[in-house]
């Protein structure tokens, strides 16, 4: 599977951190992330990528910031990105199953390490349920086209 990473300056071994345990796995990571602690704008990486999940040039995405907060408001601006802010497994494993989320945000200054490398797991483990969800997910996609719902 082909994981978006993602991450500002306060993320960089964060970032580094899990691109190795997930590569270890198998997952192939590109990097969208600055790699320096020089300081930079959290947008950027956002969008960077929500537009290689939103393009299906990746299949799912992580970002890292400080919180995991600012850089997952920028990529939830674009069209058919579902970014969720988790700080736990359970809401990270949930947020596929029900919301359809292609994005796992989490905050580099809010959780270890050992912490992230579960949250990841139970994202990228957990499968979309469809059925009684569908009809919410479609319900978000038509406040991003303007539908009245
Ligand atoms: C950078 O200082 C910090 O604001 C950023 O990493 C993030 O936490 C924003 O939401």
Do not use: Q, W
């Amino acid at each position: 599977m082909k994981i978006a990473i993602g991450n500002d300056h306060t993320a960089v071994e964060m970032k580094n951190h899990i691109s190795e345990y997930l590569s270890a796995k198998g997952y192939t990571i590109v990097n969208y992330g600055t790699d320096t602690e020089e300081r930079v704008d959290y947008p950027v990486y956002g969008k960077r990528v929500a537009d290689a999940v939103a393009s299906g040039t990746c299949e799912l995405g992580i970002l890292i910031c400080g919180t995991g907060i600012g850089i997952s408001l920028a990529a939830n601006k674009v069209k058919g990105i579902r970014a969720a802010v988790c700080s736990e497994p359970y809401s990270a494993m949930m947020t596929r199953r029900h919301n359809d989320s292609n994005i796992i945000a989490f905050g580099a200054r809010v959780v270890g390490p050992a912490t992230a490398e579960m949250i990841v797991d139970a994202f990228l483990e957990a499968e979309y349920e469809g059925g009684r969800h569908a009809r919410r997910v479609e319900m978000i996609e038509g406040i991003e086209n303007g539908k009245e719902i």
